[in-house]
């Protein structure tokens, strides 16, 4: 007799990410749905993993993270954020920004509370809501007069806010539609949530892919935000390698302290060798990452420009390396079945956006990720520009 399985996620099935390049890769289509760029990690990046891969560096890491990378994170929050963070308590290294979403999660719901986020909102949230037995509610990004900037409305925020209030997530720079924060945000913000008794957490992936000479501001800038702030970031994201699944959690000593009880027990310690690499790189190459906002700048203004004859319907992307069409003039189809069915017919895959939301509001909208060459690019809208 075979045991019932009685799932704790009943309703949820395959991530459209893995959906979406899976039609992608079956029909041979362009791939521009999943997020991750077309070109390498820079050489030397690669050479300072091969070099530790070869002198003694593969074996289990300290819990937290190689003291060398700690380093290097501190060093670079205290340069871009003005956050001097201590090494020893305050940085947590994760098997990527997805465990380290889960991790935090995990560390603060407890079972009935309840949880904000954001819509569109990033698809691993709820089901880490759910699976610590939290309640989630979704609070939809105000749309501009124009139809094309999303924004935080905080006064439906503010009303989403109860006494069971645990969490509220956010995600800036935004992935999918590109939404960055501004210093009058963080303030609004921290007004918001002055007098509840509830934390924030910050997926903060994107932070070095902003554009058009505006600033990340991380709500570790801001000082009362940071004292209830768990800060997620992406080193798959900052060096194009999102296939390494390496990232960080930055918290105060408190929060760090509850964050590493469930870190260590869902990777325990992050890939040593690739530790002691990026922090090499980190140390040596700063200039890297203060280049990502003019290299993907150029993507982005790359694309756009091959779409302008297109009947799409855009304003570029501030963040990210996703761009946002509307496709309202050329059908009314709903967004997954067009994307679906482009993949098939036309060849261009792309991210539907109502998927990441409680209900529709984002109408006829498809996430395109130009991180890919310029070759790539002009096949991709000489197709678009023909629809």
Same mark, same amino acid.
């Given at each position: 007799?075979?045991? @019932?399985?009685s799932s704790?996620?009943p309703?949820?099935g ?14 041979? !289509? ?7 760029? =077309?070109?390498d ?15 003694? $560096? ?15 994170i ?15 308590? @305050?940085i947590?290294?994760?098997?990527? $920004?997805?465990?380290?979403?889960? +991790?935090a999660?995990? !560390? ?15 698809d ?12 989630t ?15 935080p ?70 000082d ?15 060096f194009h390698?999102?296939?390494w ?12 302290? @509850? ?9 325990f310690?992050v890939?040593?060798?690739m530790?002691?690499?990026? $922090?090499?790189?980190l ?6 990452y ?10 982005r203004?790359r694309?756009? @420009? ?5 009947r ?13 069409l509307?496709y =309202? ?9 067009? !994307?679906k ?8 895959? +792309? ?23 310029? $070759?790539?690019?002009?096949?991709? !809208? ?6």
């Amino acid at each position: 007799m075979k045991p @019932e399985i009685s799932s704790k996620l009943p309703d949820l099935g395959t991530t459209i990410f893995t959906v979406m390049s899976q039609l992608a890769t079956e029909t041979g !289509a362009i791939n521009l749905s999943q997020g991750f760029p =077309s070109f390498d990690p820079p050489d030397t990046l690669i050479n300072r993993i091969q070099w530790h891969l070869h002198n003694g $560096a593969n074996q289990y890491a300290p819990m937290p993270g190689v003291p060398s990378l700690r380093e290097a994170i501190a060093e670079k929050t205290e340069r871009l954020q003005g956050r001097k963070l201590d090494v020893d308590t @305050e940085i947590t290294v994760c098997t990527g $920004a997805t465990e380290g979403l889960f +991790s935090a999660i995990t !560390a603060i719901v407890r079972t009935g509370d309840e949880v904000v986020i954001l819509d569109p909102a990033y698809d691993s949230y709820e089901p880490a809501i759910e699976l610590a037995g939290g309640i989630t509610r979704r609070v939809p990004l105000r749309i501009d007069e124009n139809g094309s900037d999303f924004h935080p409305d905080w006064q439906r925020l503010s009303d989403a806010i109860s006494d069971k209030t645990r969490l509220i997530i956010l995600n800036f720079p935004h992935n999918p539609t590109g939404a960055i924060l501004t210093a009058d945000d963080l303030d609004k913000l921290a007004e918001l949530v002055r007098d509840r008794n509830c934390y924030l957490l910050s997926d903060e992936v994107y932070e070095h892919i902003v554009f058009d000479g505006e600033p990340h501001r991380s709500l570790a800038s801001h000082d009362e935000l940071w004292q209830r702030s768990m800060i997620i970031c992406s080193f798959g994201k900052t060096f194009h390698a999102t296939g390494w699944k390496l990232g960080y959690c930055a918290a105060p000593a408190h929060l760090s302290v @509850e964050f590493r009880k469930v870190h260590q027990f869902t990777t325990f310690s992050v890939s040593t060798p690739m530790q002691h690499g990026i $922090a090499d790189f980190l140390a040596s190459d700063p200039g890297f990452y203060e280049s990502l906002p003019s290299f993907y700048q150029q993507k982005r203004d790359r694309f756009c @420009e091959l779409l302008a004859p297109s009947r799409f319907k855009f304003q570029p992307a501030r963040s990210t390396f996703f761009q946002i069409l509307d496709y =309202s003039d050329i059908t009314d189809e709903i967004d997954e079945s067009l !994307a679906k069915r482009w993949t098939r017919e036309i060849g261009v895959a +792309s991210i539907p956006l109502t998927v990441f939301c409680e209900t529709p509001f984002t109408g006829m909208r498809l996430r395109f990720c130009f991180a890919k060459d310029d $070759a790539t690019l002009e096949k991709a !809208a000489k197709i678009l520009c023909e629809l």
